[in-house]
């Protein structure tokens, strides 16, 4: 088994040319003009970001193909709209998963004040694009699938809630969880680890053992797994 830490503190930051506020990207893996050897990804995520945007900000119409992309709001509201006619609004609570397949255009926008959210772009999407919204109700100490693609698995789960915790990562081949909200007291790897930080497992020939993670504090987990 290997790891990597990821620091939200070592993001890539993007923020719009000039002085305009209201929007800000931070890239976990190379992105555009951001390029780093050693951050190309992890299995099939092409990218991982969070997104602060203010009401009226967002991402005008471009095109997309051959990636899934999910969004996870972490505040405030993100309504997309695309070339075949559909659009929806997603929120804190629900996930939103756009497929884009053999190639669509979109563009997305904040249509509240203060959104935040996570997407995550998966690889391996194929056939006609399609959008969907669904809620997802974490639970305390126990990991909800969020997310099912061809290519892997999102769970969500939150820990500390009610004082100190902890859960077990189930075993896959690859892992990816990140600190959406709060920070975990120990990892078996790094402490603390806080919100915007994210680890990386890789198997080996046999399968990782499971291990556990505690929080403190309220915290909000995001785990791909993938096989």
């Not at 203060?114 to 772009?121: A, D, K, N, P």
Request: with cysteine.
């Amino acid at each position: 088994m290997t790891s990597q830490i990821r620091r939200g503190t070592a993001r890539f930051t993007e923020r719009p040319p000039g002085l305009r506020p209201g929007k800000i990207t931070w890239h976990t893996y190379s992105f555009g003009p951001h390029y780093d050897p050693d951050r190309i990804g992890f299995g099939p995520i092409v990218t991982y970001d969070e997104h602060l945007l203010r009401n009226g900000e967002g991402f005008d119409t471009h095109h997309h193909a051959g990636v899934s992309i999910v969004t996870w709001p972490l505040s405030g509201e993100v309504t997309h709209t695309d070339s075949t006619g559909a659009t929806g609004t997603v929120s804190p609570g629900q996930v939103g998963v756009f497929t884009t397949g053999d190639g669509v255009d979109h563009s997305e926008f904040a249509t509240a004040s203060s959104t935040r959210f996570i997407q995550v772009w998966i690889a391996g999407s194929t056939g006609a694009p399609a959008y969907v919204v669904h809620d997802v109700a974490p639970r305390e100490g126990e990991w909800a699938e969020a997310v099912s693609l061809p290519a892997g698995t999102l769970y969500v789960a939150r820990i500390g809630t009610n004082g100190p915790s902890e859960i077990t990562l189930p075993e896959a081949r690859l892992r990816h969880l990140h600190i959406a909200s709060g920070a975990l007291l120990r990892s078996g790897m790094a402490e603390p680890l806080t919100a915007g930080d994210a680890f990386e497992v890789t198997a080996g020939d046999d399968l990782p053992p499971e291990f556990t993670i505690s929080a403190g504090v309220p915290t909000e987990l995001l785990l791909w797994c993938f096989e």
